[in-house]
């Protein structure tokens, strides 16, 4: 069975860096498509990056376009994000998500995910 696990979240100052990892099971990452996704106390879960795995396509959200870096390990069957420049808008439960159905966007939608992470919490605050 498809599992999800992020880590790597925390508590960082504005101008900081965290990198979050996303380390799947139950299958090996050379055909899917990973994306991040975030979502705020109050506010919508939106996108925030996503990789096709076996084409190396990736996609990232304006927001944080120059400042988070999306790679893939695929010995190590983990997906990261680089995050750097934190803002206190960054602040937010991340998570990442597999198993796209038939989507006409890059990136997929939300709800062209099947399989979701249980998130981890990124705080930027001084």
């Known amino acids: 069975q498809l599992q999800l696990e992020e880590s790597g979240g925390g508590l960082v100052q504005p101008g900081g860096s965290l990198r979050l990892s996303c380390a799947t099971s139950g299958t090996t990452l050379d055909y899917y498509i990973i994306g991040w996704f975030r979502q705020a106390p109050g506010k919508e879960r939106e996108g925030v990056s996503c990789i096709d795995i076996g084409g190396g396509r990736i996609g990232y959200a304006d927001s944080v376009k120059g400042r988070f870096t999306i790679s893939r390990d695929t010995t190590k069957n983990t997906v990261y994000l680089q995050m750097n420049t934190l803002k206190p808008e960054d602040t937010a439960v991340y998570y990442c998500?597999?198993?796209?159905?038939?989507?006409?966007?890059?990136?997929?939608?939300?709800?062209?995910?099947?399989?979701w992470g249980q998130g981890t919490q990124v705080t930027v605050s001084s």
């Open positions: 998500a597999t198993d796209v159905s038939d989507s006409t966007e890059w990136c997929p939608l939300e709800a062209d995910f099947g399989s």
